[in-house]
């Protein structure tokens, strides 16, 4: 099947400073891309979707200045978390969709924050 | 709008036990039906899928199959292996969710398979 890679895969950082995580699809190209947070022993919470040159349509919820979505290119999305707290540590997931509609999942970040 | 409700874990079994995880869902139209499963540290990988009312899914011993009347997609495997051990979600696509391919997932269950 298609591979979608994150990176990192975990990261620390300090609170009030700001960590990107990539999302790429490797061998498809990924019209749209989504972005999931996975809370302990919870399931997935959509986040936002992307699609390749739009902004990003966020959920109900989640802070759009807080959360900054790219997708650049159609193999490549970032998710910044800005200013990050103790409170946005989580496990985050990205999935990249083709024209053929099925989601391929990237092997999540674990970010904590200090 | 659609959801998914499934069945509340831990399962903890035996090696070659029976396994069932519930799931039921609420969706307008007719949805797409997933069953996904994570290893331990990994992301999401789909297990079985089944796109329209009575098709079968299955993979890897596991099956699934879409029941309309019940609006179920339940989860079985007839003899459970440790290498099992994971957490099932299982998830819809539907029209109504915002896009054809949005998911919505259930809760997650931890299945927990033991020597």
């Known amino acids: 099947g298609a591979v979608v890679s994150q990176h990192p895969s975990r990261v620390i950082c300090k609170s009030g400073t700001s960590v990107k995580i990539e999302c790429r699809s490797l061998?498809?190209?990924?019209?749209?891309m989504f972005w999931y947070r996975q809370f302990p022993k919870k399931s997935l919470m959509l986040m936002a979707t992307?699609?390749?040159?739009?902004?990003?349509?966020?959920e109900q919820g989640v802070e759009k200045d807080k959360f900054l979505i790219n997708h650049a290119s159609l193999t490549l999305s970032t998710l910044t978390v800005t200013s990050a707290h103790p409170e946005d540590s989580s496990f985050y997931i990205c999935s990249a969709s083709s024209q053929y509609n099925e989601q391929f999942f990237g092997p999540g970040t674990r970010l904590t924050v200090l | 709008g659609d959801s998914v409700t499934q069945m509340e874990g831990p399962v903890t079994l035996s090696e070659e036990a029976f396994l069932t995880i519930n799931c039921t869902y609420t969706?307008?139209?007719?949805?797409?039906l997933f069953w996904y499963v994570q290893y331990p540290g990994e992301g999401l990988q789909l297990l079985l899928k089944?796109?329209?009312?009575?098709d079968k899914g299955s993979n890897k011993g596991f099956e699934a199959t879409y029941r309309k009347e019940t609006t179920s997609f339940h989860l079985e495997k007839g003899s459970v292996q440790v290498s099992d051990s994971a957490v099932y979600f299982c998830?819809?696509?539907?029209?109504?969710?915002?896009?054809?391919?949005?998911?919505?997932f259930g809760s997650g269950t931890q299945l927990t398979v033991l020597p």
């Open positions: 998830a819809l696509t539907g029209i109504s969710s915002g896009s054809a391919r949005q998911l919505t």
């Open positions: 969706a307008t139209g007719y949805p797409s």
């Open positions: 061998d498809f190209q990924a019209t749209t």
């Open positions: 992307s699609n390749e040159g739009s902004k990003a349509t966020y």
């Open positions: 089944a796109t329209k009312a009575d």
